[in-house]
């Protein structure tokens, strides 16, 4: 290399000249026969001053154009690297988001409202994976839910209250599930746990008192008027068949229940305005019709000579006495007792039954009665 100032000769690398001490420019190495040729031309009219000097600018031109041409194509290499890069961020930033907790709620969301419950389970089990914050598992819960999976559900979700306690929305989605559950004694558990006054609102809609049977479930021997209450005063439902009252087959109580001969069970359950039902109460009653047992009749027997009259009296409440004279088998077709009864002259048998209210009818009483009425004495004459 040579100095452009002081024409001295350079070692490659330098970058000021040791002669001059001046900033190195790189030129083209000086030939000076070169030079000493050119200048003879000139001197001796063979090459006109013009021409070289047409010479010099022709190069100081080109080599203009070649650095203006070779700035450009710097310039376009840097702008295609800066396109590269920002098409290459952009499509890490396009993955990452396609990779994220976030994209995968939203595509959970979007099936879950669509009902897709198990699509929506897929991807918010995929986000999960990622994080499992409070409000993931809750969107999981009532994914679980609606697909009926409600062991899974109420596991999610107690997850998520457990992250956020103060949730209500997902407080009472753990009810609701206890409720279909028909788990009271878990709804009373989670009472206990109620932070804010809006969850402990949520109970008056859950513990709904169950309704109070009049009479406990047991043997019997006669009908049972059952009475059912609710201390709430809310709607009752009930079954005698052994069906679930809180369901199509439940009957709304109006009146006392009769129960009657046999085995029966009751179930009933109270039921609030917002459609939920108390827990269920049952009572099962066993009624076996007992044979009423003899009249009790006064005298029972025995010999008259004068005007006897008989009273009959039933053992049970309500039942009707029959009777008949003449020794036949009385019905309810026969003489009804209703006042005591002269004994006819005579010997006679007197059959008596007792009828219940249910159309029992207790065995036949018979007694037997003579009455033969005395000789009226005779009057004394007045000549004896």
Known sequence: MICKNCKSNLEEGMVLCPSCGKPVQIVPDYNLLDDEALTSLIDDGSLPRTAVDSIGHTQDESSQRDDVSNREKTREKYRIFAIVGVIGILLIGVFALLGSSFMMVSIGNKAYSVGDYSRAMDYYGRALVKKRDPQTLALMGKACAGAGDLVSAEDYLRESLAGDPENSEVYESILSILSQEQDTDGIRVMETYAITDEQKRLFSDYLISSPVFSVAGGEYSDDVKLKLTCVDGFEIYYTVDGTEPDSADGSLYKKPIKITDGTTTVKACCKNPAGRYSQVIEETYSISYVTPSFPV????????????????????????????????????????????????????????????????????LRCSYSYIPAAEPKESSGDE
Do not use: C, Q
């Open 297 to 364: 009749v006064s005298p029972m027997t025995g010999e008259f000579h004068s005007v006897t009259r008989i009273t009959i009296v039933s053992p049970i409440e309500d039942g009707e006495i029959y009777y008949t004279w003449n020794g036949s088998d009385p019905t309810v077709s026969s003489y009804k007792y209703t006042a005591p009864i002269t004994v006819p002259e005579g010997d006679h048998i007197l059959s008596v039954i007792v009828i219940d209210h249910h159309g029992l009818s207790s065995d036949v």
